[in-house]
């Protein structure tokens, strides 16, 4: 019997950890490649066409270096740009996305009004418009792209303090009030911003749904790979595309059990 393939994990940074957490979960039997491209991040400041190119060649060394059993891109501004780039330059290999979650947002929502917090790259994406013609027609969406809160999120989950002033000036845009509604659910549509969960529940003027697609992500990925009875051999491994990773984030990698 071949032995069993590890699994990559892909972000721009450490976001994609909350997809990572969940795919645990599911493939508790499975190892776990996670690569996050802190030499390019954040993605948010790439030209198009650039970006592209990169993200390609960075999958052209890392299927080599590593041949996984699948891919996971845990990143919607890195899927929603390349994701089908990815799937037409290696065509053997299969890869699961991210993209916003407009489909359940639209599927939950009572009020009818949807935010879709995210990062500019993914708010002014061709991709994330046709979700929104697709499956929310008849809700009121309101796109709202953060040039910060990446960085921030990443700041935060290496144990940084950050201002409920500065937190807030990225998130109020998604609080709209019409015709008497409010806005009910906020879509995490940018892996690092689960995270922060509990700090835009606690700043939220009012209750919203906050969520989050890690555990769908997870679920797709599951039903792609083969389960086992016993645990494959091996270990979970972190690669930063720097290859220099700061001391917090080497710290926080042990702590997800990655080895660095």
């Known amino acids: 019997m071949n032995e069993p393939k590890p699994i990559l994990v892909f972000d721009s940074g450490i976001g994609g950890l909350t997809v990572l957490r969940e795919a645990r979960v599911l493939m508790p039997e499975r190892h776990f490649i996670y690569v996050a491209d802190d030499a390019g991040f954040p993605y948010g400041g790439w030209e198009e066409a650039a970006l592209k190119?990169?993200?390609?060649?960075?999958?052209?060394?890392?299927?080599?270096?590593?041949?996984?059993?699948?891919?996971?891109?845990a990143c919607n501004t890195a899927f929603t740009l390349v994701g089908a780039d990815l799937r037409a330059t290696f065509p053997t290999m299969r890869f699961v996305g991210t993209v916003p979650a407009i489909k359940p947002a639209a599927e939950r929502t009572r009020s009818g009004l949807v935010s879709?917090?995210?990062?500019?790259?993914?708010?002014?994406?061709?991709?994330?418009?046709?979700?929104?013609?697709?499956?929310?027609?008849?809700?009121?969406?309101?796109?709202?792209?953060?040039?910060?809160?990446?960085?921030?999120?990443?700041?935060?989950i290496r144990g940084e303090t950050l201002s409920d002033e500065a937190v807030m000036a990225e998130i109020s845009q998604c609080f709209v009030e019409r015709d008497g509604c409010k806005t009910d659910i906020v879509v995490l549509a940018c892996t690092h911003y689960p995270f922060m969960a509990n700090v835009f529940r606690r700043l939220a003027p009012w209750p919203v749904d906050w969520l989050d697609p890690a555990e769908a992500i997870a679920r797709q990925a599951r039903r792609l790979v083969p389960s086992r009875e016993v645990l494959a051999p091996g270990e979970d491994i972190a690669v930063f595309t720097s290859g220099k990773p700061d001391f917090a984030t080497q710290r926080l990698m042990q702590g997800f059990g990655l080895k660095v």
């Open 116 to 156: 879709v917090l995210a990062t500019p790259g993914t708010v002014k994406r061709a991709y994330t418009r046709d979700l929104i013609q697709s499956f929310a027609r008849q809700c009121h969406v309101r796109l709202v792209g953060s040039e910060n809160l990446a960085r921030m999120a990443e700041a935060y």
């Open 53 to 73: 190119r990169h993200i390609i060649a960075l999958f052209d060394k890392l299927l080599a270096q590593h041949a996984p059993e699948i891919c996971v891109i």
